[in-house]
Antibody, heavy 117, light 107 residues
Framework: QVQLVESGGGLVQPGRSLRLSCAAS????????FHWVRQAPGRGLEWITVISNDGTNKFYAASVKGRFTISRDNSKKTLYLQMNSLRVEDTAVYYC??????????WGQGALVTVSS | DIQMTQSPSSLSASVGDTITITCRASQNISRWLAWYQQKPEKAPKSLIY???SLQSGVPLRFSGSGSGTDFTLTISSLQPEDFATYYC?????????FGGGTKVEIK
C-alpha cells in the first residue's frame, strides 16, 4: 500500500538548519510530483513547495524562498526538505504529499518541527 | 497571490443533516479547486478536485460545485465520521493557497 513516512523533525534553535525526509513505498516514486505543506499549531494549511517528478521544476512560497530547498532522490524513493535560517514562525507540522505539480493528493502523517531557543 | 476565503469558519450540525461550506477566491480560478478533510491530529485527506470530481473512495454524500470565484462543498446526510475540518485549495496558479478552514462540529 502507499506509504509516505516523514522523519527528521525535532527541536531546533532559531537560525539553525534541519533536513526533513519523506520515505515513499508502495508505488512508483519517480512518476509523481511531491509537495511539502505545513500547519502551525492550531492553524490552517500552508503550501510551501513542490517538485516535479524528475526534479527539474520547483516552486516555493514566498515565506520560505531562499531559505528552504526541496529535492528528491528517485533511486532512494525519498523526498527532502532542507530548511536553513529557521525562524520561530517556521514551527509547524510538515507534511509531504504525493500528487501532481499543482495538487497534493496523498499525504504523509507529518513531522513536527519546533523552532525555539 | 490568490486569497481563498471560507465561510463559515465553524458550524454545528447533527447526524443526518445536510451542510454547505462556501469558498471564495479573490480572482477567477476557473474550476481549479480542491477540497480536503482533516480530522484532529491526522493528515488531510483529498476529497474533491476540479471543483466537483470525487477522489476514489470518497462517499457520494460529498459533492462540490462552482466555478470562477465561488464554490461550495455539500455533505448530505452527515455521518459521525464527517465531523472534521474542511479546507479548500486553489491550484490555478502558484503559490497554491488554502482557505482558512471550516470546522464541522456535532450539535
Amino acid at each position: 500500500q502507499v506509504q509516505l513516512v516523514e522523519s527528521g523533525g525535532g527541536l531546533v534553535q532559531p537560525g539553525r538548519s534541519l533536513r526533513l525526509s519523506c520515505a515513499a513505498s508502495g508505488f512508483t516514486f519517480s512518476t509523481y510530483a511531491f509537495h511539502w505543506v505545513r500547519q502551525a499549531p492550531g492553524r490552517g494549511l500552508e503550501w510551501i513547495t513542490v517538485i516535479s517528478n524528475d526534479g527539474t521544476n520547483k516552486f516555493y512560497a514566498a515565506s520560505v524562498k531562499g531559505r528552504f530547498t526541496i529535492s528528491r532522490d528517485n533511486s532512494k524513493k525519498t523526498l527532502y526538505l532542507q530548511m536553513n535560517s529557521l525562524r520561530v514562525e517556521d514551527t509547524a507540522v510538515y507534511y509531504c504529499a504525493r500528487g501532481t505539480t499543482v495538487l497534493p493528493i496523498y499525504w504523509g502523517q507529518g513531522a513536527l518541527v519546533t523552532v525555539s531557543s | 497571490d490568490i486569497q481563498m476565503t471560507q465561510s463559515p469558519s465553524s458550524l454545528s450540525a447533527s447526524v443526518g443533516d445536510t451542510i454547505t461550506i462556501t469558498c471564495r477566491a479573490s480572482q477567477n480560478i476557473s474550476r481549479w479547486l480542491a477540497w480536503y478533510q482533516q480530522k484532529p491530529e491526522k493528515a488531510p485527506k483529498s476529497l474533491i478536485y476540479v471543483a466537483s470530481s470525487l477522489q476514489s473512495g470518497v462517499p457520494l454524500r460529498f459533492s462540490g460545485s462552482g466555478s470562477g470565484t465561488d464554490f461550495t462543498l455539500t455533505i448530505s446526510s452527515l455521518q459521525p465520521e464527517d465531523f472534521a475540518t474542511y479546507y479548500c485549495q486553489q491550484y490555478n496558479s502558484y503559490p497554491l493557497t488554502f482557505g482558512g478552514g471550516t470546522k464541522v462540529e456535532i450539535k
